[in-house]
């Protein structure tokens, strides 16, 4: 790890635990006698969606430590997100009741079921949308479905051209501005960064059930779900906290996962080097148990630990980096073990038209192809060739 580490950020990391022993605890209470930017901290746990653990842990063991001004603040906004948490909640099952009442199969995943799966307690996790799975096919009825409860999508004109078309997005979005609920419906097409694409139709066979606001809803298993979590953290580059502490708390949780079918259910996604980064990570910054079977396989794996240094050295820094385009491609390319593989897999998300692209230029129909050219330009733009503040 980097010497530059600031305390606020160690103080989150410590804080993202939903039980902390005796060791930690006392880590905690030696940083809170430190000067805290404690404005920075809690601006740092909103980001990193982890404000619910921090106010857990911090108004367990050290209330009497905090300034009156952030004491307050952790209140206030632990019980807003409770009280959130419950409302998007009960919307996740309006939305999958409606669906399956029109013969929709349909998947929650992350969310409030993952708050459940991982932390028990679907108030421990702060999350923004609500993400849903199906099948491609079934987009245009889903799209009609959720437009009649009063979402607004956000690309309508994609799904209005035909669900079969090549304008796929990286998932179709919809919102629901007064309040203040997004929902996004993912499918087959959609989940790209997945670096083969996931058959529906054998993960929907092997669903597991989690109770939300005392209902069963079925999601993805544990074996299915632990690589596909860790494909979504080296999509968005492990750009919170939140993402790792999930890695975390299911591998405490379920301390009996079998490891030989989530292994093989990794292998057929080719996401090893993805779940080995994601492994490494949990391990080295939240100190999840990993099997020593499985944790000398990630050893093994010099990229995934090379790779999970640098994300925890810039998770960790008093100044956080954005990735710049070269190093965004460079990451993607070392996802996948074997250069020629690695390589495909990075040119491949760095051509393929997304919604930023269409709402740059939007080409007829003949000329689509164009944004195979336009999209690399268009990245350079916004993330630049070289490292910028935030």
């Known amino acids: 790890m980097t010497s530059a580490v600031s305390p606020e950020k160690q103080l989150l990391a ?9 060791s930690l605890a006392q880590k905690i209470a030696q940083l809170l006698e430190r000067d805290l930017d404690w404005d ?13 653990l921090v106010g857990r842990q911090l108004q367990a063991i050290a209330t009497d430590a905090l300034p009156a001004a952030a004491a307050d603040r952790l209140r206030n906004g632990c019980r807003a997100n409770t009280i959130r948490c419950l409302f998007l909640a009960a919307e996740l099952i309006k939305i999958l009741d409606l669906f399956r009442s029109q013969g929709i199969e349909a998947i929650p995943y992350k969310g409030p079921v993952l708050a459940v799966q991982a932390y028990g307690d679907i108030t421990l996790r702060a999350f923004e949308d609500l993400d849903i799975v199906l099948r491609q096919s079934d ?14 999508a956000k690309f309508d004109w994609v799904i ?8 796929v997005p990286g998932e179709y979005n919809y919102r629901d501005e007064e309040r203040r609920v997004m929902v996004e419906l993912h499918t087959e097409l959609t989940l790209r960064h997945f670096p ?22 079925r999601t993805f298993s544990l074996e299915d779900g632990l690589p596909i979590l860790c494909i979504h953290g080296a999509k968005d580059f492990w750009g919170r906290f939140s993402w790792i502490a999930d890695i975390s708390e299911l ?5 009996n996962l079998n490891w030989d079918i989530t292994m093989q259910r990794t292998e057929s996604l080719n996401a090893e080097r993805m779940l080995h980064v994601g492994l490494a990570l949990a391990a080295g910054l939240l100190d999840a148990p990993v099997p020593n079977e499985i944790w000398q396989r990630v050893q093994a794996d010099r990229v995934a630990t090379d790779v999970a240094s640098e994300i925890t050295n810039r998770l960790m820094s008093p100044d956080y980096r954005p990735i710049d385009a070269p190093g965004r491609f460079n990451f993607r390319r070392r996802m996948l073990s074997g250069t020629f593989a690695g ?48």
């Not at 804080?15 to 005796?22: F, G």
């Not at 987009?139 to 607004?152: F, I, Q």
């Open 14 to 22: 410590y804080c993202s635990h939903i039980q902390l022993d005796s």
């Open 40 to 52: 920075y901290m809690l601006n740092e746990a909103e980001e990193n969606s982890i404000f619910p």
């Open 139 to 152: 987009l245009p009825k889903a799209h009609e479905l959720v437009l009649g409860l009063g979402y607004r």
């Open 160 to 167: 209005s051209s035909g669900a079969d078309t090549s304008a």
């Open 196 to 217: 083969k694409p996931p058959n529906l139709d054998e993960l929907s066979l092997r669903l597991a059930s989690v109770r939300l606001n005392e209902r069963e809803v």
């Open 251 to 255: 591998l405490r949780r379920y301390p």
């Open 343 to 390: 390589w495909r897999y990075a040119l491949r998300l760095s051509v393929i038209p997304a919604e930023e692209d269409w709402q740059m230029m939007r080409l007829p129909g003949p000329l689509a192809p164009l944004y195979i050219a336009l999209r690399p330009l268009r990245l350079l733009r916004k993330y630049g060739w070289a490292s910028r503040r935030a």
